[in-house]
Structures are given as C-alpha cells and as structure tokens.
C-alpha cells in the first residue's frame, strides 16, 4: 500500500552519519539566523495587505500568526534533531508517514516556496518603481508595473527580477556568511530607522476604530501575514551542526520569533500611529478585497486628489516615512529594501529546486529533473522549469494573493509535521531525540488547529488553488511516481544503492569548482 511505503529512518540516518557536520552553532548565531531568515517580504510589502484586512487590529494579527509559528516550530525542531537530513518536511513524513502523504507535502513545500518567490518579486517590484520615481524621477508606466488584478497589463520588472535570479541559480552564485550578515544588518536597520522615526508623531486618535473590520478581519489578516514568519524553519535543519541542540534549538526558535514580533508590532505601531490604516470600504460599507480591481480602482482616484492611504501603497514603509517628512530616509529605506530583497527571492528558488530535485532523486518524478550541469554543476533543468511558473506568476498576480496562496502550502506542510511528531511518539517512543518538543500533547494539537484557523480565513481563491494544485499533484503521482518509486522498486536501501546521483554543489562552491 503507499501509505505504507516507507523510506526507513534508519537509512536515511545512516547516509547522513556519513557525511556528519562539526557542532559550531550557538545561541547567538543561530538565533541571528533565524531573524535574518524571517524578516523578508511580509514587513515591507504585506503590511499594506495586512491593513486593508484589520485595520489597527493587524496588530494582533501579527501576534496570531507568530504564535502559530512558535508551536510549529517546537514540532519542527524535534524532527530536524531526528533526522537532520535534507529535504525539510517532505523527507521527515517519508520516514514516519509513508510515500504518499510526503508527495503529497512535498507538492504542497513546491507550492510555498515557488508562489513566494514570485510573492518577493513583486514586492521588490514596488520598492523598485518607487526608488525610481522619488529618486530619478523616472516613472514606470502603471500598466508595466501591475498585474491585470490590479489594472494594469504586466509587472515587467518582477518579472525581470525572477528571470535574472534564475539565471544566477542556473550558473552558481558565491555565497559568504560576511554577505548575509551585511543583508540582515540592513534589514534591521531600516526597521530600526522606520521605529525611531514614526513613533515619536505617532497620533493616538489614529488607532480608531481598533477593529474596523471586526475579529474575523484579524484572523483573516494573520491568515496573510503568516507569510512574514515563512523562514524561522531555517533554524531547525542546522540541528546537526548546533551545540547542545536540545537547548539551543527551542530557545533560538523561540527567541527569533518574539524579536521578530516585537520588530513587527512596533513597525505596525509607527504604520498606524503616522498616518493611519484604516482600510477602504464599498458603497455597502463592506471592506474591499486586497489584490482586487475594485480597490485598485478606488485607490487610483485617491491617488488622482492628492491622497494615498497606506492600504494603497506598495512600498508602505518608504511611503510612510515620505509622508511624515523623512523623504530622504523614506527613498533609503526603499534602497534598502531593494537591495536585500532579491537574495530572499534567491534562498526562496533554491530551496523549491531542491525539493524537486529531492523528489526526482527518490524516483517520484521524472529522472530528468535531477540531471546535474556538467560545468556548474547545479540542476538547470528543474531550475529553469521552476523559473518560467515563477516568472509567470510574478508577472500577473498581485503580492496578496501570491502571499495568500503560498501560505496555503505552508500550513499544510506544518500541520503534517505536527501530527509526525505525535505519531513517531507512539510508533518510536524510544529513539534518540536530540530534542522534545515540551508539551507535545498540548503544543502538536496547538499547531494543528492554529494551521487549520488560519486555512480556514484565506481567501477563498487562495483555498481553491492548494486543493487543485494537490489534484494536479495526484494525478502526476499515480501516472508516474507511484510506479516509479525508488522505495517500491528496492532501489536506495541500506545494502546498496542503485541510483547513483552526482551531488548538487552547494551555492558557495560552485564559482571555484567550475568545470571548462
């Protein structure tokens, strides 16, 4: 039966042991990590979004969606000590859940990380567009720089963005830890400048009404703004290189998420407080739907007397600060925001082709996907095809609902790692666990349910897309992969190994490694 086709534990421990990692991660660095990994996208565009949908209360949305995280990722790190390996998700519910519930998760962590990519690309876009037009002066006609969901034709430049990404993934790129760093201490600080600034003008009267939208508006904003905590997982796959994991993991975890959520409930405040964010209404009184023609439409009339309210800004933060007289610090805060911006969409591709590349490997789609360049030593196959679907979605969809859709996948993917490690606490009660999750009776079905809520208040057509994209899924599964499986064919197990792959370099070598 698929349920129960099973890529054993202990082989896929025994490959790792081979290749085992020297514990030189502590506290701090990992902590570090992690808040560099989070802070992205979701703060400098999906604040916007986020207003549109609650008003003030996006600040206890953010609460929400950072509580969520905290109990997913307790149930992740449990895991990641376990099976310190790659493939994330998908690999830990191969071992514990069986092939077809890890199709099926990997499926959904294809969704999440490529419909991301494009969700960065636009976002960069409207940093981009408004750099240029409060910098240079230059202007981008409306129709190149939106979607037809917004009223415009194309967004050229995030489609530009995703094709020269794609072309660095396809050829290798030289990474260093000196270059994240000055990355994260970029982002960080622009939203430090962004606090400093805003709050001190900040306007009580502007945090009226606080619900606008009602409770429901909350959720239904965190449902969004979950997206902006997409990457504190990055922390639990280097539990094979931390010290002392069964502390270090959980209080890194943890630890990033409350910094992060401070930064954001203090950036939500200065947004608020500033300028206001209350969001626009229907001739019913009914709020507007955020990635919709009838509120871009609204928001062009405004836009045309002179009045641009934060829920029609795609560079809110820049736009604020621009608003309340910093326009200097406003454009820097926007140059920042463009110059780090594109490395997410980067980590956002490569970890999506490495799924697919994780996938092939194992058999479950075709061998071609996982064929290695034979100079830069990358999948450019997998590569490319993964870059034309992201491409083609920056192009057309708004940053809302690519979010809302990515989102989709993602708590699919947190909720089945959840119930594994529920399961593997009866099936395997006593491995090796490097680290337990506390609680895990209260923290699994925290996560589960808290997965489920935030599902429940996406868009509709954002709950629409992860049912037909699993359909599509299944079939290519059942026509291929089902019959194809490394693990149905005997193939990859402890005695031997059929199906031998030249590794993927990693991003850091591939500029000294290249092959004439």
Not at 35 to 64: D, N, R, S, W
Not at 290 to 305: E, F, K, T, V, Y
Not at 345 to 373: A, C, K, N, Y
Not at 378 to 404: E, N, Q, S, W, Y
Request: charged share 10%.
């Amino acid at each position: 039966m698929i349920f129960w086709r099973v890529k054993s534990l202990d082989a896929i421990l025994a490959a790792a042991e081979k290749k085992s990692l020297p514990r030189s991660l502590g506290l701090w660095q990992l902590t570090l990590f992690g808040i560099g990994a989070i802070i992205g996208t979701g703060i400098f565009v999906l604040t916007a979004e986020a207003a549109q949908k609650a008003g003030p209360g996006m600040m206890i949305a953010f609460i929400i969606a950072g509580f969520v995280c905290a109990v997913a990722a307790l149930c992740y790190s449990e895991l990641s000590s376990m099976v310190p390996v790659s493939g994330s998700a998908y690999t830990y519910s191969y071992a514990v859940l069986g092939e077809f519930i890890a199709w099926m998760v990997g499926w959904a962590l294809i969704l999440e990380y490529s419909v991301a990519s494009s969700a960065v690309a636009v976002g960069w876009s409207g940093y981009f567009v408004g750099l240029l037009s409060n910098s240079l002066g230059i202007e981008v006609p409306y129709s190149l720089a939106n979607g037809p969901f917004s009223g415009g034709i194309i967004n050229l430049p995030a489609a530009i963005i995703c094709v020269l990404v794609v072309g660095l993934l396809v050829i290798g790129t030289r990474e260093s830890a000196a270059f994240n760093a000055a990355l994260v201490t970029i982002k960080i600080t622009a939203l430090t400048a962004f606090i400093v600034l805003s709050l001190p003008v900040a306007n009580m009267e502007n945090f009226q009404p606080f619900l606008p939208l009602g409770a429901s508006g909350v959720v239904a904003a965190a449902a969004s703004i979950f997206f902006a905590y997409v990457g504190f997982d990055a922390i639990s796959t280097a539990a094979e290189e931390t010290k002392n994991p069964q502390r270090n993991i959980p209080l890194a975890l943890i630890g990033s998420l409350v910094i992060c959520t401070l930064f954001y409930l203090l950036v939500s405040a200065g947004v608020i407080g500033a300028i206001g964010a209350q969001p626009l209404r229907d001739a019913a009184g009914q709020g507007l739907m955020p990635g919709s023609i009838a509120l871009a439409d609204q928001c062009r009339s405004l836009i045309a007397i002179g009045q641009q309210p934060v829920v029609c800004s795609r560079e809110a933060l820049a736009h604020v600060l621009r608003e309340i007289g910093w326009e200097k610090i406003g454009n820097l805060l926007g140059l920042a925001a463009f110059l780090a911006l594109p490395s997410v969409i980067l980590m956002m591709l490569f970890g999506q082709t490495r799924i697919f590349f994780v996938m092939s490997r194992d058999g479950l789609l075709p061998e071609v996907l996982s064929r290695i360049h034979t100079r830069f030593k990358t999948p450019h196959i997998v590569t490319m095809v993964t870059g034309i679907g992201v491409t083609i979605a920056a192009a057309f969809l708004p940053v809302g609902k690519l979010a809302d859709i990515s989102n989709s996948g993602t708590l699919f993917a947190f909720m089945v790692v959840a119930s594994t490690v529920m399961l593997l606490r009866i099936r395997d009660k006593h491995r090796h666990r490097p680290f337990r999750t506390p609680a895990i009776w209260l923290i699994g079905p925290l996560a589960i349910s808290g997965c489920i809520t935030l599902f429940l208040f996406l868009p509709t057509d954002a709950k629409l897309v992860f049912p037909v994209w699993t359909g599509i899924g299944l079939i290519f599964y059942f026509l291929y992969g089902y019959r194809k499986s490394h693990v149905a064919l005997g193939i990859g197990r402890l005695t031997g190994n059929k199906n031998i792959t030249e590794p993927i370099q990693p991003l850091s070598d591939c500029h000294e490694n290249k092959k004439p």
